[in-house]
Each structure stands twice: as C-alpha cells, then as structure tokens.
C-alpha cells in the first residue's frame, strides 16, 4: 500500500489530522493530542492497515511544543506511518498512553517520561525508569540547565 492510499484511508477518520511533505520514506502525520488514542487504535484495527508492531517511541522537544513521536509496522502489510502528536504545555504534558494498544510503549513512555517529563493518561505504571527519582528536571528538554556540570567547568 503507498503512502497515498494509507492518507486516504486515515483522512476520513478526522478532519483535524495534518500530513508533512518533509523527505521521508514513511507517511507522516500529526495527530491532536485529543485524537490521539482513537487514532491509534484504529491504526491497529484497520484491516486494510494493520499497524501491529511499534517500534520506535520518543520524546522531543520542539521549542515551544513538547512531543511524542511514534513509528509505526505492519508485518502483515509491510508498509510504516510516522504518528506525531504534540503539547504547547510546557508545565503539566499530557497525553494518553498506547500502552494498551502495542505493549512495547509501556517501557518507552516511562522513558519519555523519564527525560522529558510527559505524562501519560492512564499509563498502567508511570515512573522514573533510568534516573533517581529525587532527580529535578527533565535532562532531554531545550530548557534544561544541568547545575553539576556547570559548578565543574
């Protein structure tokens, strides 16, 4: 299935999604934060797309906007999609967690979590996966200054 095809099928599901043109072999869309859940689900769901293996989750930090981004498979169909959904809440980022949809996003959340301090809505264990959990800040964010580097240089 081309890209075109799998953006005809996911356009009808709403009219809030927004498709890149940037270089990239994967089809690419941003979903509002809002949408995000249904979105995914019936990404897996779909017959005709299938999208059971996610492989890749992360954070980022655009700036102004905090982000999740997720890559997805079908193995049955062998094509991919690049789901991004984005925050302007710098303070308390939220969104819902996949983690019931594609069981890998479980330890990736609490990663993303971990470094950019996004929350995720009903994840079914949220917690500090890599750094001490008396640790203040979020190290993968543009805005974070790291004091113990600082006092050595």
Not at 12 to 25: C, N, R
Not at 35 to 60: M, R, S, V
Not at 92 to 118: K, L, Q, R
Request: hydrophobic share 35%; net charge negative.
């Amino acid at each position: 299935m081309t890209n075109q095809e799998i953006q005809h099928i996911i356009t009808s599901w709403s009219d809030k999604l927004e498709f890149s043109e940037e270089e990239s072999e994967f089809l690419n869309v941003t979903v509002p934060k809002e949408e995000l859940y249904t979105i995914c689900k019936q990404l897996k769901a779909d017959t005709n797309l299938k999208f059971d293996y996610l492989f890749c989750l992360t954070g980022i930090d655009w700036g102004e906007e905090l982000g999740v981004i997720y890559h997805l498979e079908s193995t049955t169909f062998r094509h991919n999609i690049v789901v991004k959904v984005k925050t302007a809440d710098r303070e308390n980022p939220m969104v819902d967690t996949v983690s019931d949809i594609w069981y890998t996003a479980e330890f990736h959340e609490m990663e993303v979590f971990d470094f950019f301090g996004i929350k995720f809505n009903n994840h079914p264990n949220l917690k500090r996966l890599f750094l001490p959990e008396d640790w203040e800040g979020y190290p993968l964010r543009k805005d974070y200054v790291d004091e113990i580097n600082m006092v050595i240089k």
